[in-house]
């Protein structure tokens, strides 16, 4: 039978350095909040079931560690923080349902690799009672440092508490520790608060267990995949770790990027194949990109599906709804909101387009406005297969332009247009022939008087 797993994910921190008014755990990596990485990560790594330990905004902070997993998350509230050990303690009533194996994770520790934890897990499954995983610290201050004889791991020593030559080892607690469902609680319970912090540490679970006979190990995994949040500063550092590893993955995957470092991914940005990102391009949340579409410098996206070989800026604006079907293209300085662009349509210019639908091979001359918004509802504005739009027009919504129909440069068209017809909807010119030449002189002389006056 496959062994049953209980990930219990500490968030009760206070994180007062965060200078925050909300949860450290619901501040985004990837446009992701923190907790959720981490509960990603377990489920990835097929825990069964989550136990979410919780501070403040409970509610929030469980609804993001739920979001997008298949795996049920229990909430249990950490009112008074005593430490790590002391926090696992809270989960105690799921741990008594009985798992194999109980995992920590710390939900500001969004780097971890899901493979690390079946690793540990794996290792529990070999025999070891308690499972750590460690890295190589290149600065280990203020870290566990782990403590190992004969291969086996005999303590985890906090730095506060630590010995000088304790603190010269390198080799530290990452923090997510593995360990027997069945032996849990009676090891957690033994816990203590005797230290330098006056804190439950769950650390001091491997000299207990080595107390009782129990076989205890420490496992590598990278220092990145071990990082914590403690600071804006630290998250931005997480940031940048995180999308560097998803714009390799998508490189890997047949994406070009010319200069992917300023290019900046969500956790759940899709690429088909043969796409090119040009330099400093946002894609924000649920974006899909096409195969062998091109999305030019400056451009942000958030929200839109971009059909195959598409082509999108330099500064285009993607907002939330935005369709573009295959071949479409939205130039520069256009702004597309809300609306489905037609196959082979073009919108190459300085164009505000929200929420419309535009049919296939339409053309949006430059300047293009649909009204869409009256100060208080907002209205479709549809635009047939094959139309043309002429410069400078402003739709105001609702309106329909029929397939195949023109509107002229500069018209505020606010009645349909029927399919095939030219609506022109400007004011006539007139042309006033030799007026421009009796201004001119009419203000030559109106100078000279003045500058006569002036002498
Ligand atoms: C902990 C480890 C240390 C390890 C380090 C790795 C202990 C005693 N020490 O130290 O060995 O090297 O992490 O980063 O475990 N939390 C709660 N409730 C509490 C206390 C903590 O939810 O009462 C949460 C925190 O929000 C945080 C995590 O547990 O997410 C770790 O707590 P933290 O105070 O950062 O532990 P460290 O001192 O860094
Ligand atoms: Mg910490």
């Not at 607690?173 to 230290?195: K, M, P, Q």
């Not at 609702?398 to 400007?426: F, W």
Request: hydrophobic share 45%; glycine share 12%; net charge negative.
């Amino acid at each position: 039978m496959a062994r049953t797993c209980l990930a219990v994910v500490l968030a009760a921190g206070d994180a007062t350095r965060m200078k925050s008014s909300k949860s450290k755990v619901l501040h985004t990596v990837g446009n992701l909040p923190l907790i959720a990485h981490v509960t990603h990560a377990a489920a990835a790594a097929g825990v069964d079931k989550v136990a979410l330990v919780v501070g403040r905004d409970a509610e929030a902070v469980t609804k993001a560690a739920s979001n997008g997993i298949d795996i049920p998350v229990s909430a249990v509230e950490q009112t008074e923080r005593k430490g790590t050990g002391h926090a696992v303690l809270m989960a105690r009533d799921i741990i008594a349902e009985g798992f194999d194996d109980v995992v920590v994770l710390y939900g500001d520790a969004p780097l971890i690799d899901p493979g690390s934890l079946k690793a540990a897990i794996t290792e529990r499954g070999n025999g070891a009672d308690v499972v750590v995983l460690g890295f190589r610290a290149a600065d280990p201050t203020g870290y566990g440092r782990l403590i190992e004889r004969d291969g086996a791991l005999v303590a985890i020593r906090e730095h506060k508490d630590a010995t000088a030559e304790e603190r010269a080892i390198d080799f530290c607690n990452g923090g997510i520790i593995t360990f027997s469902g069945r032996e849990a609680i009676s090891l957690l319970e033994a816990i203590g608060n005797d230290n330098a912090k006056g804190e439950f540490y769950l650390t001091d679970i491997v000299e207990i267990a080595r107390a009782r006979d129990l076989k205890c190990v420490a496992i590598e995994a990278p220092e990145a995949d071990m990082m914590g949040c403690n600071t804006r500063a630290e998250l931005a550092d997480i940031e940048q770790v995180w999308q560097a590893r998803a714009r390799h993955g998508a490189m890997m995957a047949g994406v070009s990027m010319i200069d992917p470092g300023s290019v900046f991914l969500s956790h759940d940005t899709k690429f088909g194949t043969d796409v090119t990102v040009e330099p400093n391009v946002w894609f924000g949340p649920g974006v899909t990109v096409g195969a062998g579409a091109t999305i030019h410098a400056f451009s942000h996206l958030e929200g839109a599906v971009v059909g195959e070989g598409a082509m999108i800026g330099p500064f285009a604006r993607l907002r939330p709804g935005t369709e573009l079907a295959e071949r479409a293209k939205v130039g520069n300085f256009c702004e597309i909101k809300k609306a489905k662009v037609g196959a082979g349509a073009k919108v190459n210019h300085l164009t505000y387009i929200g929420d419309a639908v535009i049919g296939a091979g339409a053309n949006i001359g430059a300047g293009t406005i649909t009204c869409n918004y009256d100060g208080l509802n907002k209205h479709l504005t549809e635009i047939g297969e094959g139309s043309f739009i002429g410069s400078n027009s402003s739709l105001v919504a609702p309106i329909k332009i029929g397939n195949g129909a023109y509107v002229g440069s500069g018209s505020v068209v606010t009645e349909d247009v029927p399919e095939d017809a030219l609506a022109i909807a400007r004011a006539r010119q007139e042309n006033k022939p030799g007026r421009a030449r009796v201004l001119r002189d009419k203000i030559a002389a109106f100078k000279a008087r003045k500058n006569n006056a002036k002498t």
